[in-house]
T-cell receptor, first 115, second 113 residues
Framework: DQQVKQNSPSLSVQEGRISILNCDYTNSMFDYFLWYKKYPAEGPTFLISISSIKDKNEDGRFTVFLNKSAKHLSLHIVPSQPGDSAVYFCAARVMYSGNTGKLIFGQGTTLQVKP | EPEVTQTPSHQVTQMGQEVILRCVPISNHLYFYWYRQILGQKVEFLVSFYNNEISEKSEIFDDQFSVERPDGSNFTLKIRSTKLEDSAMYFC???????????FGPGTRLLVL
């Protein structure tokens, strides 16, 4: 079951530069895509989301881009800071009746931002 | 800022024993979820819960699992007879009505020996 895939297990960037994390999906029924950040021994922390009807959403240093034809999304962090070092998960929502849904997660990408 | 809390943070149990994992969702949220992450694997959906009943469950969520909202604040996951393969990090999450964002607790690390 590889509905959501993050092909890069790790990424290392210099402080102040751009970090680009990528995610691919296979299911056209996803209605929202979300990015979560996770530190060791903590739960996933919500960062930013995007509706399947949009192609870009921005929140401060974080921007998510959605390319529906390619079934691809990316998270851009500009400028990257050492505190951004964490595991980043891409997740996609599948909706059910009654407004409940479940999140399908990618494997995660470990970002290291070097000072 | 409101947050989801979970207890205990760690639980060690013997195979075959029952465990109850507890969660306090964010107070105005109405949708509740359990996920788990086996070491080195993806975070996996287990179950969603709304209006005092299960909305959706995964194939992992078999008869050994149950969820309950025993009062106005707690949301529990019970594993009746634990197996070695139940060892994982269990995350509770909650969300507001019609909102896509699910907010996660810090997790309970369950180790079955």
């Amino acid at each position: 079951d590889q509905q959501v895939k993050q092909n890069s297990p790790s990424l290392s960037v210099q402080e102040g530069r751009i970090s680009i994390l990528n995610c691919d999906y296979t299911n056209s029924m996803f209605d929202y895509f979300l990015w979560y950040k996770k530190y060791p021994a903590e739960g996933p922390t919500f960062l930013i989301s995007i509706s399947s009807i949009k192609d870009k959403n921005e929140d401060g240093r974080f921007t998510v881009f959605l390319n529906k034809s390619a079934k691809h999304l990316s998270l851009h962090i500009v400028p990257s800071q050492p505190g951004d070092s964490a595991v980043y998960f891409c997740a996609a929502r599948v909706m059910y009746s009654g407004n409940t849904g479940k999140l399908i997660f990618g494997q995660g990408t470990t970002l290291q931002v070097k000072p | 800022e409101p947050e989801v809390t979970q207890t205990p943070s760690h639980q060690v149990t013997q195979m075959g024993q029952e465990v109850i994992l507890r969660c306090v969702p964010i107070s105005n949220h109405l949708y509740f979820y359990w996920y788990r992450q086996i070491l080195g694997q993806k975070v996996e959906f287990l179950v969603s819960f709304y209006n005092n009943e299960i909305s959706e469950k995964s194939e992992i969520f078999d008869d050994q699992f149950s969820v309950e909202r025993p009062d106005g604040s707690n949301f529990t996951l019970k594993i009746r007879s634990t197996k070695l393969e139940d060892s994982a990090m269990y995350f509770c999450a909650s969300s507001e009505p019609a909102e896509e964002t699910q907010y996660f607790g810090p997790g309970t690390r369950l180790l079955v020996l």
